[in-house]
């Protein structure tokens, strides 16, 4: 399959083609009934001739080329529909009748109401579209677009996700005139899978436990479903935990497949090099270190611990606190005795064989390294964030 990406530079395009190219050279083997040969990348800075040659061979046409912020009104028209009508004309030159994405705007839906050029323009393009698909009874999947997100995002353009992420991660100031907006929001991710789903012709086949078409439409339009509906105010209070982050060394909550998870992507995509490193605090002696290195509200805390050749930590022990102690080099031995008892379980543990031993509540431990030359290097993990108030952490030899 040949695939020709029009608007190949911008924000969307630049995902698409991105992950295109891992489907073709089989970094992503999650569609493999996708099989590409060639991705045709058409832009501003593209020549007649290539699009062209492009329209001739190409099996499916993904349609993202346009204008939304020009200088002048009159290049809404130029960008939106005489561009839409040039490829179409140059398809018909070449009797290609390849199936057609095109990347259309809410904005268009409002037109009467809100009466924006660009919307117009739109709208235009859709029913030239429509047009072309009825004379040519070629496929044309519009999806009429809500605000978008993710990685790559121009800020202080087109998008207030962009522009929010950017600002906070930089330090510089965010205006909200009514927080209690809210916005539909799509996640460029999301939108990718959704192409992939065009790509593998999904809307004939189902998913039988939902019973409808994977190709998910409204109308004529073609929709992706799993948009956020979400007030901007709540979005900068996101941000605002993001940005805290390095400093609390806290991880915030992102639920699997929630928006504040993508959001949280999204956000960390615009970090400045300099936020990119998060220093830790060593707490050494002369047994070696302690550092805690990430620490969540509700899952506990992974820390690091380094120990001296011959030498021992722990023989304390907890009452609720439980941890998973993870030898990640060196040669060493973990004791651990139920308090009130004399049995010892004894673990000999290795970088050369990673596992991952359960401290029990309630039992004191000890961890020895047995090398004469080499640390033993030890990833920790607690059930929760250690509370100087209330460290649940008594001394006891094993």
């Given at each position: 399959?040949?695939?020709l990406?029009?608007?190949a530079?911008?924000?969307?395009?630049?995902?698409l083609?991105?992950?295109l190219?891992?489907?073709?050279y089989?970094?992503?083997?999650?569609?493999?009934?996708?099989?590409?040969?060639?991705?045709?990348?058409y832009?501003?800075?593209s020549?007649?001739?290539q699009l062209?040659?492009?329209?001739?061979?190409?099996?499916f046409v993904?349609?993202?080329a346009?204008?939304n912020?020009?200088?002048?009104?009159?290049e809404?028209?130029k960008?939106n529909?005489?561009?839409?009508?040039?490829?179409?004309?140059?398809?018909?030159?070449?009797?290609?009748?390849a199936?057609?994405?095109?990347?259309s705007s809410?904005q268009?839906?409002?037109?009467?109401?809100y009466?924006?050029e660009?919307g117009?323009?739109?709208?235009?393009?859709?029913?030239?579209?429509?047009q072309?698909a009825?004379?040519?009874?070629?496929?044309?999947?519009?999806?009429?677009?809500?605000n978008?997100?993710?990685?790559?995002?121009?800020?202080?353009?087109?998008s207030?996700i962009?522009?929010?992420?950017y600002?906070?991660?930089?330090n510089?100031?965010?205006?909200?005139?009514?927080?209690?907006?809210?916005?539909?929001?799509?996640?460029?991710d999301d939108?990718?899978?959704?192409?992939?789903?065009?790509l593998?012709n999904?809307?004939?086949?189902c998913?039988f436990?939902?019973l409808v078409?994977?190709?998910?439409?409204?109308g004529?339009?073609c929709?992706?479903?799993n948009?956020?509906?979400?007030?901007?105010?709540?979005?900068?209070?996101y941000?605002?935990?993001?940005k805290?982050y390095?400093?609390?060394?806290v991880m915030p909550?992102i639920?699997?497949?929630?928006?504040?998870?993508?959001?949280?992507?999204?956000?960390?995509?615009y970090l400045?090099?300099?936020?990119?490193?998060i220093p830790?605090k060593?707490?050494?002696?002369y047994?070696?270190s302690?550092?805690?290195l990430?620490?969540?509200?509700?899952?506990?805390?992974?820390?690091v611990n380094?120990i001296?050749?011959?030498?021992?930590?722990?023989?304390?022990?907890?009452?609720?606190?439980?941890?998973?102690f993870?030898?990640v080099a060196?040669?060493g031995?973990?004791?651990?005795r139920k308090?009130?008892?004399?049995?010892i379980?004894?673990?000999?543990?290795?970088g050369?064989?990673?596992?991952?031993?359960?401290?029990?509540?309630?039992?004191?431990h000890?961890?020895?390294?047995l090398?004469?030359?080499?640390?033993?290097?030890?990833?920790m993990?607690?059930?929760?964030i250690f509370n100087?108030d209330h460290p649940d952490?008594?001394?006891?030899?094993?």
């Open positions: 399959m040949n695939i990406v029009t608007g530079n911008g924000f969307v395009g630049k995902n083609v991105t992950n190219f891992n489907l073709k089989k970094k992503n083997k999650t569609r493999p009934a996708i099989e590409i040969d060639e991705i045709f990348c832009d501003v800075d020549s007649m001739a062209e040659t492009y329209c001739q061979k190409a099996d993904f349609h993202f346009g204008i912020r020009p200088l002048k009104e009159e809404f028209k960008g529909v005489d561009f839409t009508t040039l490829l179409l004309n140059t398809l018909k030159k070449y009797h290609n009748h199936p057609i994405m095109v990347s809410i268009a839906t409002l037109i009467g109401r009466n924006s660009y117009k323009s739109k709208k235009e393009a859709e029913e030239i579209l429509f072309y009825e004379q040519t009874k070629t496929k044309v999947y519009i999806y009429r677009f809500p978008l997100f993710g990685k790559w995002c121009k800020p202080n353009y087109n207030v962009a522009t929010f992420c600002n906070i991660a930089n510089l100031p965010v205006t909200v005139n009514d927080p209690n907006v809210e916005l539909e929001l799509l996640y460029i939108l990718v899978e959704g192409m992939f789903d065009l593998e999904k809307e004939c086949h998913d436990e939902q078409p994977v190709i998910h439409k409204k004529k339009y929709i992706i479903p948009t956020y509906k979400i007030k901007l105010g709540e979005i900068l209070s941000l605002e935990e993001f805290d390095p400093i609390t060394q909550e639920p699997e497949r929630s928006f504040k998870k993508k959001l949280f992507s999204t956000y960390l995509s400045p090099e300099k936020e990119i490193m830790c060593m707490n050494s002696d047994r070696g302690f550092t805690e990430l620490k969540t509200d509700n899952h506990g805390q992974i820390s380094t001296k050749p011959k030498l021992t930590k722990g023989n304390h022990y907890h009452n609720s606190k439980w941890e998973l993870i030898v060196g040669h031995i973990i004791k651990q308090i009130g008892t004399e049995r379980i004894m673990h000999e543990v290795s050369d064989k990673i596992e991952v031993i359960t401290i029990l509540p309630g039992y004191t000890s961890i020895t390294n090398s004469d030359t080499e640390n033993l290097v030890t990833l993990w607690a059930n929760e100087p952490t008594f001394a006891e030899e094993v």
